[in-house]
């Protein structure tokens, strides 16, 4: 948790504006945990330093700004990024073929899942732009409605542990897995969603 602190000190002095500039180089791939970040954007809430509604909103910002600077520059400059020395060290040639091989399987459903894909994120949203398999506003709802659940949740969670870190740090590793469960049911329902709207179109 000593990153946590360290975060918690720097955004309490610099405020909101610190806040976003983090969650821009999460989105950059920059090894700094989003939700490590977001969590310490709660907690400077909770303690005083910020409004917390208000920190929701600007991490929101933040998260979709950073997917979708990453997203731009891939449609931008396609397969040249690869060409870039930052970019050919965060999105290699093995990876960029593993991600175009997850969109050949899963489709734009990658785009929502990738934001629970902390290692995977940025190669995704880079390829996502670079492949041009899906539109940037399909991109950005898709991301978006992602963030609706992950940014929420921890933010809130980092204000109502701000001042008891040990109950924090507990439910910080209980949150990580809980994302996942959310994720599973969300996709679940989707599935189920599709399956009846086929069947439906088949009775037609």
């Not at 880079?126 to 492949?131: L, Q, R, S, V």
């Not at 709802?141 to 507990?170: C, H």
């Amino acid at each position: 948790m000593n990153l946590l602190e360290r975060l918690v000190g720097i955004f309490a002095e610099h405020g909101y504006l610190s806040v976003f500039i983090a969650l821009l180089l999460c989105g950059a791939g920059v090894p700094l945990p989003e939700d490590i970040t977001l969590v310490a954007g709660g907690v400077i809430a909770g303690l005083g330093y910020a409004n917390v509604h208000v920190m929701v909103g600007v991490t929101m910002v933040g998260v979709l700004v950073g997917d979708a600077t990453m997203f731009m520059l891939g449609h931008h400059f396609g397969g040249r990024i690869l060409r870039l020395r930052l970019f050919a060290w965060l999105l290699p040639p093995a990876r960029y073929a593993k991600v175009q091989q997850k969109f050949e399987r899963y489709g734009n459903r990658l785009m929502f899942v990738a934001r629970f894909l902390p290692g995977m994120r940025t190669a995704v949203f880079i390829t996502a732009g670079a492949t041009h398999r899906v539109s940037f506003w399909r991109f950005l709802l898709l991301d978006g409605l992602a963030a609706l659940i992950s940014v929420p949740l921890w933010v809130y969670l980092g204000y109502l542990g701000a001042d008891n870190r040990a109950w924090l740090t507990k439910w910080i590793h209980r949150g990580q897995g809980g994302l996942w469960i959310v994720l599973g049911v969300v996709l679940v329902l989707a599935a189920w969603l599709w399956w009846r709207r086929r069947q439906r179109c088949n009775e037609e």
